[in-house]
């Protein structure tokens, strides 16, 4: 166990250390770089390379890497077995579309080559989102700068390594977001629709959206309900003390809820508390001036407050990523909208604080 830890953790320093090293060069190149076309140029180089890297880095590694990633190569041997798709033990409650994919692949390549190609769709999404935001804000010059504070995430590892069905339902979800911030709501359905498929629980975000993009609620209302949902949680009561959440007979929740996981930390969990917090404040200190981006800073108040609700189950994380999603986005439009002057070095050095501090999170644990 402590050989795994030990080649994990070299795993994931291995990874931080080349993102900095990428930002150190592009920030450099960007800021000593006169010629805008150039700053372009350099920015789509490093990106594609940093993002193939990283594809290839996690797309590739041992099935030690990861703690999930044993049993989705099982799975995925088993699926190598069936003779035809009618053999496929299909439950509807399950993530059928996740199901589905993993037999197709299963025909034809290895689990490697699937886990390749979940790896490259997940940093795709990112580099899509990316693209859908920028083609509506104009900020190409400094969009490498938003695609590292995705990948500097440190939940962002794990979108590969470990919970690949949430990595290929949140990569869907990126996308949908991106049509919906440029108002192209059919394409923000579809894409929205196909990452319910992959994963059930990005119905809580979608959810969220839904009814924020259609209800007029006063922000300082959702700033006393993260609060009061903190002090819930501080006094261990939470989601799984609803009635109808007890009384629950899907298995998938029974599975979460019944858990008894002597390696994850329930209760209140000061750590994400204060990380969640921390970009509250200075989300609110400098304000972004955008409809749809006060939308999704409201969104984050309330995903927020639902995550520190979901403390007392096992893997609160995995709801704690629907507001960690939204972290890079209003952050880099935090800074792009309060400062017209030296945007490239101060963005570039709000990027550089947001890296470390998420490269010291992972690394600590």
Known sequence: MLLLELVTRDYLQIYYAVLIAFFIVVFVLINTTQNK??????????????????SFLWGLRPVHIGADTLGYMYKYVEYCQYQSIDELPIDLSSDIFFMFTQYLFSRYFSYTIFFLFISV???????????????????????????????????FPSLHSNILRNGLGVSFLLISLGYWYNSRILYSIF?????????KTTLIPIAILVFLSNVNIRRNILIVLYFMSALISFLKLGINNLPFIQSTEYDRARLYLDATVNYYRTGFRVDFFLFNTMFLLIFLFFRVRDKRLNILLNYYLIASSLFFLWFQIPFSDRIGLYSWLAIPIIFFYSM?????????LIVGGGVLMFIVVNSIIVLKN
């Open 37 to 54: 076309q150039r700053v372009l140029e350099v920015s789509y180089v490093f990106t594609v390379l940093f993002l193939l890297f990283s």
């Open 121 to 155: 769709f997940i940093h795709f999404s990112v580099y899509k989102v990316v693209a859908l935001f920028v083609k509506k804000d104009k900020v190409y010059d400094i969009q490498i700068y938003f695609i590292f504070l995705f990948c500097a995430l440190f939940s």
């Open 191 to 199: 894409f929205g629709v196909m990452a319910v498929f992959f994963h």
């Open 336 to 344: 792009c909208h309060n400062f017209n002057r030296n945007k490239s």
